[in-house]
């Protein structure tokens, strides 16, 4: 009996922007760091908060804080004219979205600049957008996507170009710290591969006792493993403190010690300005709930 062939299916933009992560992740010797959190006395404050942020807009918050006490979270490992390191003046957030992009899922990325000079409500608001925005109108989403067609010798070199030469653009494009999570689908990520210097990802939170995985994945020319695991615990430290002041009493962003934008300017976001376009009908499905 003759079998069936099965069919020939090309690349989707996603998918290559996926391959030249890969790609270029496969190069950065990386290591995890795991500590178990307890995150118990955030729930009801979260719940009760009137844009309830999402779980990845406290741990990028969280994380971005502590980010900008340590510099060395701030750094990346460039190799070219010669081996050096780059420290960037603030934090930028790479947060993984799952998206639909003609009839197929894909992972998109959203790009946060300075988390921690932003109030959990506004990141919410961002995680919002870019979740729901149609993706042609989202700058990043649309420019992943035109450059997936440029052939694949040109975009290697241009991601290579920006992975390694400049730290600046480097920081600015694909962010200083990566965030990915699988928590809210029950399921945990063992190690996930980034070309970043760190990548924050977290499972699925116990409903009974509050607690939580969340692993660091670090470079080890950056950083050490003793260095990171003590950065965990004061993520850990900041979730418990500022972040559960802020979900208690929003108002109280401003008085955390927070510099106004007179003192320390917010570098301008990678969003349309709030209410610059309707809200998409779309429902896509996301890495984080």
Known sequence: MHEPKGRMAPL?????????LVHFAHRVPTAPVSRTFDVSRLVAPRRDHPARPAWACLFMRAYALVGADHPPLRRSFLDFPWPRLYEHPWMNCALAIERVYQ????????????????????????????????????????????????????????????????????????????LTSYGALGAEQIHPISPLTTTLTFGPIDPDTG?????????????????????????????????????????SFRDMGEPSPSSRPIPRPHLEPPGSAAPSPMSPKTSQE
């Open 211 to 251: 607690k939580v995985v969340v692993k660091l994945i670090y470079d080890h020319r950056v950083l050490d493993g003793a260095y990171v695991a003590r950065r965990l615990k004061d993520v850990e430290d900041v979730l418990n403190g500022a972040i559960l002041a802020e979900l208690r009493n929003p108002g």
């Open 103 to 178: 009839g197929e899922d894909g992972v998109f990325v959203g790009i946060f600049r300075a988390p921690e000079q932003q109030s959990l409500e506004k990141l919410q608001e961002a995680v919002s957008w870019y979740k729901n925005e149609t993706l042609e109108r989202v700058g990043f989403y649309r420019m992943a996507l035109r450059f997936s067609r440029v052939p694949t010798p040109i975009r290697r070199m241009l991601w290579w170009g920006t992975l390694n030469v400049s730290g600046y653009k480097r920081h600015k494009r694909f962010g200083t710290f990566g």
């Open 12 to 20: 989707s933009g996603p998918r290559r922007f996926i391959g030249d």
